[in-house]
């Protein structure tokens, strides 16, 4: 039993030892673990303070931007708009031009083809007129049986023509 007295027994000696060796150690384990984890620590707060920071300027620096984006958006579809409002506006007088223009050409051309037909009609008359008095000069020749001058057949066909074209 002495045997295991020695073991349950408390000696004095002992626990001040147990004492000493359990304060070295707990400065040796401050010294060299304590120490440098809270430095570790405190340098993993700092940074995870730095990241929500960073993460809050970003987020102020997307709201920002949205907000000038939606801004700038906005500018641009009132702008669209108004270009297309523009070169509609511009594509109406356009088209306002080319008909005016295509009328007046159109009334140019109308007038142009009078005239030739205007032409062509006294050309033909002058033609229809000449041939008649060939005609009516073989005839009178013929009826009188004499040869008469150029200048008296011309003078014949004038009042022929006269005569007849009154009549018409």
């Known amino acids: 039993m002495q045997k295991f007295q020695e073991f349950v027994t ?20 401050k010294k060299l673990l304590f120490k440098p984890v809270a430095k570790m620590l405190e340098q993993r707060e700092e940074e995870v303070s730095s990241m929500y920071q ?3 300027e970003a987020q ?6 949205e907000t ?10 009132e702008e669209a708009a108004r270009i297309m ?12 031009e080319i008909v005016a223009e295509a009328q007046q050409k159109a009334s140019s051309l109308i007038t142009k083809a009078q005239k030739e ?29 004499k040869d008469i001058n150029e200048s008296d057949y011309e003078r014949l066909v004038e009042e022929f023509i006269n005569s007849r074209g009154d009549n018409a």
Do not use: C, H
């Open 10 to 29: 408390i000696a004095p000696w002992t626990i001040i030892f147990t004492w000493i060796n359990l304060i070295i150690l707990v400065l040796i384990m």
């Open 54 to 56: 960073k993460a809050e």
């Open 60 to 65: 102020k620096s997307a709201q920002s931007l």
């Open 68 to 77: 000038e984006y939606t801004q700038k958006l906005t500018g641009a579809k």
């Open 85 to 96: 409002k523009e070169a509609t506006r511009e594509a109406a007088l356009r088209g306002e």
């Open 117 to 145: 037909i205007e032409r062509e009609k006294n050309a033909a008359v002058s033609e229809i007129k000449s041939d008649i008095a060939s005609i009516a000069v073989s005839v009178a020749e013929k009826v009188i049986e």
